[in-house]
């Protein structure tokens, strides 16, 4: 039996905060600890220095969206470290973020028609 | 910066956090700024740089988390908010589609208003008195404590009498269950030194007395118990109001020495504003102490007052009272013979006697209201019944009738609130009026609240509301259940029948209501007149009386005491209008007593027939000063001073009661505590000496020059304006001692209505609102008569077709306005009488049946419902038949 995936209404969340969009990013490819997250975030750049605050501010503003949850899963003990809180996306966190994409995508290339862009090679 | 010390520093901006951020993610927090140090530093930038950083964020982030609960709260608030818009949005519509009706209709909005304003404003003024000495807790630290406590004689009758000094000093001692108790007496002293020469009263008291009331001074001390020793008493408490005026405010008093009665006294001590006690005319405070080793338990006259322990009962403190009071009857069986201790939470003892008047009152104005509502009532049906279309099209657009009725609604409250306002100038304009009419009889504490303060201003505005539903629910109802179509349809024909009925049933009510009020108010003024009328037992009209009391420090002995009151009277006795002067110790109706035991020859007096007596001091023409009858012997002379032989004149009570069928001229006796007899010279009549609506007591007259007293009353007898002869009088004292102060100077029927000025209050108020009551039923009764000829122009017509007359005409609507009018006053006079006999306490020597009045209301209420009448049948009167049957 096909597993009917349940639709969100995403455009109403839409568009993302930068820092949001970078956040569900980070965990488009697995389940994350905060620490990870963040220095995932902060390699791919463009937010300056993050501080503490803000950033996990937005965390928490990103599970109480629904965005994001925390895991319950945890590596094994010998690895594991009991401040770690894993996070992963929700189904409505996924679709979100693919939405994000493609507005953001729809942008890069509306861009790139009006020669905002040069054409990579 | 070591890495410790830079934790703890990052872990104090962590407080800008909520603590659930702080514990989930606090560490993961410091670790991520630790590796943002570490990043700055491999980059070879500036730490300071990131320290900052993080010091806004923290403030930023952390700040905008706290006041995230705040958040929510508002966004909820926002939803409903929103939700009451859409009702605030229709209530305004309402509002403004009142605000055209009623500028459509100045008149009857205004008389509306003004009608409202007046019941209104009558039941603001009123509910702010009782606000002001009912429902405000006495001004004393957990009020339900403080007692009072008397001397009870139950043979007698007697609950409230003062306390001997002995008694006093032993219930002080001996009681278990007041934490503080003291006593009281008033005592006039002269102030000078400081300005003119003035008579204040005086509160002398046992050191603990303000204990009792809780009562910290403004500056410098109360009383210790060392200031009651003689000799260390020359101290005094100064209260607020004589500081200010007297002393200018000045905070440096204290220490300073002041003159009472010639004595140098030590100012220790300053009383705030708040201290409000019920005797207001005692203006400073002196220590009580008794200068005789053994105090007297024969003399009564200290007030007693007391704390409660905490946790003990009312009669957990009577049953030990009971105990003390027990016990000094075994110990002093003659003094205490038949003597007990009663006691009455203070509260209970001011607030009982002024609260049955004040309900009354509270009644007669809340009649006043209902009257006044439907007359509106009335009004708004007028007005409704040519609104029925206007209100049959809104429905008929797609108004619901929840809207139509909610319109009629919002106007009535509209209206309510508008009367409010206006409510409030007329309070304004009442509390001044009624201050002016505040009995001096009574003593009342919180006067000082009887303003428009804010208690009095939510009564006001629930009351506008209240009255608002009351007179708007009838119109309404009215309107929202008529028949939409049938309306469109009649073009404006009204069902008249019905609303006839309704109308004729609120005249009736406003008419009983009326005349309720009328009875209660007839009969407080017969009760009043029938006050004034009492045989007082002296002649009040041309007699000035004034008072003075010799400062002991300069007139020591009793002869110098005789000597100055003796040139005193003849100094006045030449001033040209002065037709003769006395002086007496005691002035009847002034409030002061005094009493004694006395020892009649050859009647031994019994536990249950005790022989007492009032003693009054007086010169020799004071039974003719004040117009006081001699029943029988002679009146004194001047042959009756120290020297001669001891004489008595006693008043007719007396002889009846201790001489009884004989003539007491020439038997003998003897007063308390002397061995020397006197003997009666003369019988006196009777005086209303406590009251002009009390009891009278054995009362004796004796010779100043052989009773010298250090306290007179003068009156003097004029052939004018008693009080164009004050500054005269004033003038000779002052010739025999310029610092003599003249104090309560009153002519004696100015005493005379003082002291029956909580009747005149009740009886003015309930005339006042009797009368009101009066005039908004005629114009009720108006309202609808002219309404209902209106309504029957066209039947008045055909009658006059068919050949009625005028005259019959007028009998036709004259008939049905009084009939309306009898029923109403056949309903109020029962209730009137039925509620004065439960208010008979206010009744002096009329039944509440009273036929006078009775007839009196009856008549009142005919003639002003005629009247009423007249109008509208003069207009049935010159109705038209052609235009009658046209229309």
């Known amino acids: 039996m096909p597993r009917t995936r349940p639709t969100y209404d995403v455009e109403k969340h839409l568009p993302l905060k930068p820092l949001v969009f970078q956040i569900l990013l980070g965990l488009a490819d697995g389940e994350r600890h905060g620490w990870s997250l963040v220095r995932d975030v902060q390699q791919r750049g463009g937010f300056g220095r993050l501080m503490p605050g803000n950033f996990y501010r937005t965390l928490r503003s990103v599970v109480d969206a629904g965005f994001i949850e925390e895991s319950a899963s945890r590596p094994a003990a010998a690895e594991d470290d009991d401040r770690r809180r894993y996070f992963r996306l929700t189904p409505l966190g996924e679709q979100v973020a693919m939405a994000e994409a493609r507005r953001l995508e729809a942008a890069v290339l509306e861009a790139r028609a009006r020669k905002l862009l040069a054409k990579r090679g | 910066m070591n890495g410790g010390l830079r934790r703890r520093l990052y872990s104090l901006l962590l407080l800008a956090f909520p603590r659930s951020v702080r514990r989930e993610y606090g560490r993961e927090m410091t670790e991520l700024f630790e590796s943002q140090l570490e990043d700055a530093r491999q980059a070879g930038t500036s730490r300071f740089q990131v320290w900052s950083m993080a010091i806004t964020d923290a403030l930023r982030h952390g700040g905008a988390q706290r006041a995230e609960p705040i958040r929510s709260v508002l966004v909820a608030a926002g939803r409903s908010v929103r939700r009451w818009r859409w009702w605030m949005r229709a209530f305004f519509h309402d509002v403004r589609y009142t605000l055209r009706v009623v500028a459509r209709r100045p008149a009857v909005t205004l008389l509306a208003i003004l009608t409202l304003a007046l019941g209104i404003g009558a039941n603001t003024a009123i509910f702010s008195a009782v606000n002001a000495v009912l429902l405000r807790p006495l001004p004393y630290p957990k009020p339900d404590r403080v007692m009072m406590l ?219 209201l209902l009257i006044a509502c439907v007359n509106v009532s009335n009004l708004m049906l007028s007005q409704a019944a040519a609104r029925r279309r206007e209100m049959a099209v809104r429905a008929a657009v797609g108004a619901g009738r929840a809207r139509l009725a909610g319109q009629m609604l919002t106007e009535s409250i509209v209206l309510g ?131 003075i009391t010799l400062p002991a420090s300069r007139y020591r002995t009793p002869e110098a005491q005789v000597a100055v009151f003796r040139s005193i009277e003849s100094r006045l006795q030449t001033l040209p209008g002065v037709r003769a002067v006395a002086a007496t110790s005691h002035l009847p109706l002034a409030g002061n007593d005094s009493r004694r035991g006395v020892g009649i020859e050859g009647r031994e007096p019994t536990p249950d027939t005790p022989t007492r007596a009032h003693v009054r001091a007086i010169t020799n023409e004071y039974l003719n000063v004040m117009g006081i009858r001699l029943k029988q012997g002679r009146p004194f002379g001047p042959a009756d001073t120290d020297d001669g032989s001891k004489v008595i004149i006693v008043n007719d009570t007396m002889a009846r009661r201790y001489w009884p069928g004989t003539s007491p001229i020439g038997k003998r006796l003897q007063l308390g505590g002397e061995t020397e007899w006197r003997e009666v010279v003369g019988v006196a009549n009777d005086v209303r000496f406590w009251g002009l609506d009390r009891p009278v007591n054995p009362e004796m007259y004796l010779p100043l020059g052989q009773y010298p007293t250090s306290f007179a009353t003068f009156a003097l007898r004029t052939d004018t304006a008693p009080s164009s002869l004050t500054a005269a009088a004033r003038e000779q004292i002052h010739a025999v001692d310029p610092d003599l102060p003249v104090a309560d100077v009153q002519s004696m029927s100015d005493v005379a209505a003082d002291s029956i000025s909580s009747r005149r209050a009740g009886m003015l108020l309930l005339t006042v609102f009797g009368g009101l009551a009066l005039i908004l039923a005629v114009a009720g009764i108006y309202g609808v008569m002219a309404h209902l000829v209106a309504l029957r122009s066209s039947e008045i017509g055909i009658r006059m077709t068919l050949g009625a007359q005028p005259s019959s005409i007028m009998g036709l609507v004259l008939r049905e306005g009084l009939a309306q009018a009898l029923a109403g006053l056949a309903i109020g006079m029962a209730g009137g009488v039925l509620v004065m006999r439960t208010f008979r306490a206010m009744l002096f020597e009329v039944n509440p049946a009273d036929p006078v009045t009775i007839a009196a209301v009856t008549v009142l209420l005919i003639a002003a419902a005629t009247l009423a009448c007249i109008l509208p049948a003069r207009r049935a009167m010159r109705v038209d038949p052609v235009e009658a049957l046209r229309s």
């Open chain 2, 417 to 547: 609130l508008l009367g409010g306002a206006a409510g409030l100038l007329v309070a304004r304009w009442a509390i001044a009026a009624l201050r002016n009419v505040a009995p001096v009889d009574t003593p009342l504490v919180g006067l000082q609240h009887f303003t428009l303060e804010p208690r009095v201003l939510v009564f006001t505005v629930v009351l506008s509301l209240a009255a608002s539903v009351l007179f708007g629910a009838m119109p309404a109802w009215y309107l929202a259940r008529q028949n939409l179509n049938d309306t469109l349809k009649d073009a404006g024909r009204s069902p008249a029948s019905v609303r006839r009925r309704v109308r004729v049933a609120l005249v009736v009510s406003e008419i009983a209501l009326a005349s309720l009020l009328l009875i209660a108010a007839g009969l407080t003024i017969r009760s009043f007149q029938s006050l004034l009328n009492t045989e007082a037992g002296f002649e009040r009209d041309h007699v000035l009386t004034f008072a």
């Open chain 2, 150 to 368: 008397f001397e009870k004689r139950p043979a007698e009758g007697a609950f409230d009498n003062p306390a001997s000094p002995a008694d006093a000093l032993d219930w002080i001692a001996m009681n278990t269950t007041f934490d503080t108790m003291a006593a009281m007496t008033p005592a006039p002293v002269d102030l000078t030194g400081s300005g003119d020469p003035v008579r204040v009263s005086a509160g002398a008291v046992t050191p603990r007395f303000f204990d009792v009331f809780g009562t910290q001074p403004l500056f410098g001390r109360t009383f210790q118990s060392d200031d009651a020793v003689p000799g260390k008493n020359r101290v005094v408490v100064l209260g607020h109001s004589i500081w200010r005026e007297r002393f200018g405010g000045n905070s440096s008093i204290v220490g300073q020495t002041v003159s009472l009665s010639g004595v140098p006294h030590v100012v220790i001590g300053v009383l705030p504003e708040t201290f409000d006690f019920p005797d207001d005319t005692l203006r400073l405070w002196v220590p009580l102490s008794f200068t005789t080793a053994t105090p007297t338990r024969t003399l009564h006259y200290l007030n007693m007052y007391g704390r409660l322990k905490p946790g003990v009962t009312l009669d957990q403190a009577r049953a030990d009272m009971d105990r003390v009071g027990a016990q000094l009857l075994q110990q002093y069986p003659d003094a205490n013979r038949g003597h007990g201790v009663h006691l009455n939470s203070m509260t209970a003892q001011l607030k009982g006697p002024i609260r049955s008047p004040l309900l009354l009152l509270v009644g007669a104005v809340a009649f006043v």
